[in-house]
């Protein structure tokens, strides 16, 4: 399968705080998606990016798929204590999900 | 959208038996799957469930050990048979219901002592 990695593994960050997390594959995606998984959670969908350079925002989520669609990110402006989770890059190809590492990320209020 | 529900939520089981999981979906959907998922750990792909045939399965994971059902459009289960101790994990079933979102129920957690 797909080699989907994604850093850092884990992230601790202070309130307020902006945190990014980076996604990387060792092949050419056509589309990349986003999920959050809360502590004892399921994965919820964020997020699917398609366009080579895509970005997207969602209020203080900013999502980005690189322009060789082998990397993509996601960043948060001013972290809150709801953001807390684990957030996974997934690459959707032929309908096979191969999810990425993950990055854990706790804020701290 | 897609509402999903598992049963049972978890189960703790015995080396050597096995366990069926439930996956209902609250309407049709065009694909459902089945994931393992290690506590802090990453989703792994056990196999797509296909409806009226044979499960697709993910390298590293066979019908023998891991049968998958899907007699209809809303319903699928998992078997995790033969269970080992290295079994124990998070047993998640998703779906896409005709677009690109993949809805995920909340999932099994299964022990195996």
């Known amino acids: 399968g797909q080699q989907v990695m994604q850093i850092p593994q884990y992230q601790h960050v202070q309130e307020g705080e902006d945190f990014t997390t980076y996604c990387n594959s060792s092949t050419t995606l056509s589309n990349i998606q986003w999920y959050k998984q809360r502590p004892g959670g399921h994965p919820v969908f964020l997020i699917q990016l398609v366009k080579s350079g895509e970005v997207k925002k969602q209020k203080r989520l900013t999502f980005q798929f690189g322009e060789a669609k082998k990397n993509s990110s996601l960043h948060i402006t001013a972290t809150q204590t709801t953001d807390v989770g684990t957030y996974f890059c997934?690459?959707?190809?032929?309908?096979?999900?191969?999810f990425g590492t993950g990055t854990s990320l706790t804020v701290i209020p | 959208s897609a509402v999903i529900s598992q049963k049972p939520s978890r189960d703790i089981c015995q080396r050597g038996t096995s366990l069926t999981i439930q996956c209902q979906v609250d309407?049709?959907?065009?694909?459902m799957f089945w994931y393992r998922q290690q506590p802090g750990q990453s989703l792994t792909l056990i196999a797509t469930a296909n409806q009226g045939s044979e499960a697709t399965y993910e390298s590293g994971f066979v019908i023998d050990k891991f049968p998958i059902s899907r007699p209809n459009l809303t319903f699928s289960t998992l078997t995790v048979s033969n269970m080992s101790p290295e079994d124990s994990s998070i047993y998640l079933c998703s779906a896409l219901a005709g677009g690109y979102e993949q809805f995920f129920g909340p999932g099994t957690r299964l022990t195996v002592l």
């Open positions: 309407s049709q959907v065009t694909m």
């Open positions: 997934a690459d959707p190809t032929g309908n096979q999900f191969y």
